[in-house]
Nanobody
Framework: QVQLVESGGGLVQAGGSLRLSCAASGRTFSSYALGWFRQAPGKEREVVATISWGGGTTYYADSVKGRFTISRDNAKNAVYLQMNSLKPEDTAVYYC???????????????????WGQGTQVTVSS
């Protein structure tokens, strides 16, 4: 059974930092792109950042560029999201996801990800 499990969410003050982790089990994802998405109450799920299978290509939403960093450790079958200078508008449930295509560079389209974690809540207070 394939599982993606996020951790590291929580409550933080504006300007603070959090590091999200996502550990995969049941399958090796070293050949697949990985991504972080988020969904705030009343809003659609949106892409935050993606990373290619080899880690050489990354994408960031404009809203997080310069503040968030995505990385992966294929030996640990894990992906991370370092979030700095957090803002109240970053408050959301954050999900990690594994892409469908082998050797993908990462897609901003949630429908192109086959496996999803259960989500971790990030709350940024002002």
């Amino acid at each position: 059974q394939v599982q993606l499990v996020e951790s590291g969410g929580g409550l933080v003050q504006a300007g603070g930092s959090l590091r999200l982790s996502c550990a995969a089990s049941g399958r090796t994802f070293s050949s697949y792109a990985l991504g972080w998405f988020r969904q705030a109450p009343g809003k659609e799920r949106e892409v935050v950042a993606t990373i290619s299978w080899g880690g050489g290509t990354t994408y960031y939403a404009d809203s997080v560029k310069g503040r968030f960093t995505i990385s992966r450790d294929n030996a640990k079958n894990a992906v991370y999201l370092q979030m700095n200078s957090l803002k109240p508008e970053d408050t959301a449930v954050y999900y990690c996801a594994a892409g469908r295509k082998r050797y993908g560079n990462g897609s901003t389209v949630s429908g192109e990800y086959d496996y999803w974690g259960q989500g971790t809540q990030v709350t940024v207070s002002s």
